[in-house]
């Protein structure tokens, strides 16, 4: 009962005379009638309302009954995190009664947010805690009516989660899926569908097409930027936060959401400060809201196609045909999984074979065994996570030393789980079922000898692919095709100027840096990425000023 009496006053604190004044001075003080509306879910744009007499509620619209969720009285303020990440709004506020509030442009809010800490710790607290109560609160948000087995599905069930769109999940063949299908007139072949805010409806959609229909999709102002990011996974997002708070106009972009590879994390737990661990995507959102808090801008989805060089600029092409300018660019796109290399598997991906562990996955194979393939961090953080959510759990090693690539700790814990059975010196020669996985073929790596594995999913995690197809051939990559930089970079016979070495993660094209796994020479680790990220912005900062 304390922590619900700590989190409800954490979410809904009540301002000092101080801070009340503080925001008033910066405020219109606004009038309003009984029943009328402050703003409305599927609004953006929207200001920041201190209550100064009467009251407001904020009221849930999502399900088939408008609801209540809390009424705001004076000194306190409406607003949650899509304030800070310019969405628009998932709920609606009305006066009632008589009201008067003071009315607070979202521009005048990020200057509170960046430049009074205390008021502006409580804000953030607030804000944070609203949205994880709200979809706590049986908040229906968009409605996403698919089949388990889906593959759009899943990717859409991702897409929402990395981008952390509040949804509810319907399944297609259960009778409420059903009905819910005949009643919007949508046939079991136009799934998955997608019932976005403001009457929007969306058939068997695209990434692209899903970000038009919440409202995520924003336009690109057309300045020139000091530094931009591509990819905003931990490298990219701990230089957002390091060139942002430093004073440098700082823009990211990412393909698909906050977080990167290791934001499908399903638990990091040697990543220093953080000694209970943490989701990856809970690590990717914090960065996220630290960013903002900073001034950074974050644009997603959104895919750089190609990068030319333009007077003493980057010139950035993305895929939607916005361009973008940067004095400095920081390449930080990652690396992915390498494909399950089985004739066949493709049948499965993103339903029964995956490439990421998170709760949305773990469905897949609640009622069945998993197995996961690879020995690396994530590999071993996956056979914990989905041990605690299926019946068992195989992990399958082509080596014999589970200490090669994962972390001792890790190693043990997996060791003595009496749920995960690890399999060593084998590799996967067939993937075997019909509309489903039902098991997989191994081929014994040291006498050639063939074993069955029942299992209904499988988790990938072996090898890694860098992210570098678009970039321009003036940028060097290593024979697997990661970034050279630095002394690397020096030596490659590529670097262009004579008057300057290349920084530490700069590239062969000048002003252009790497960090994170899409660099050659890289560890694999989150607070290698970050370091990485911190490294490029102290490396912009030379450049930009001509050192």
Known sequence: MADVDQEHHLAFPRLDETEVETLAGMADLCTFGDGEALFRAGERGFPFYVVESGAIAIVDESGDEPRTLVVHGPREFTGDVSLLTDRPAVISAYARGGCRAYCVASRDLRRVIQEIPNLSDKLLEAFQTRRILLERSGFVGVRVIGSLGDPDLTAIREFFDKNKVPHTWIDADEPAGRSALESLGVGPDQTPFVACARGTLATRPSVAQLAECIGLKRRI??????????????????????????????????????????????????????????????????????ALKFGAELVAPVDVRSMTREDDLHRLECDDGQLVRGRTVLVATGATYRRLPVAGCEHWEGAGIFYSCTSVHARSCRGGRAAVVGGGNSAGQAAMFLAEHTPGVALLLRGGDLRKSMSDYLARRIERHGNIEVLRHVEVDAVEGGRSITGLRLRDLRDGGSRSLDCSAVFVFIGAQPRTDWMPQTIAVDSKGFILTGADAARSGRWPLTDREPCTVETTCPGVFAAGDVRSGSTPRVAFAVGDGALAVTCAHRVLSGL
């Open 221 to 290: 102002r057309t300045e020139p930027f000091d530094l931009v990011i591509v990819g905003a996974g931990p490298a990219g997002l701990a230089a957002a936060v390091y060139g942002a708070s430093e004073g440098l106009a700082t823009l990211v972009l990412d393909r698909f959401g906050p977080g990167g590879q290791a934001g499908t994390s399903s638990r990091i737990e040697n990543y220093m400060g953080f000694p209970a661990g943490l989701t990856g995507a809970d690590l990717a959102n914090r960065a996220y809201l630290q």
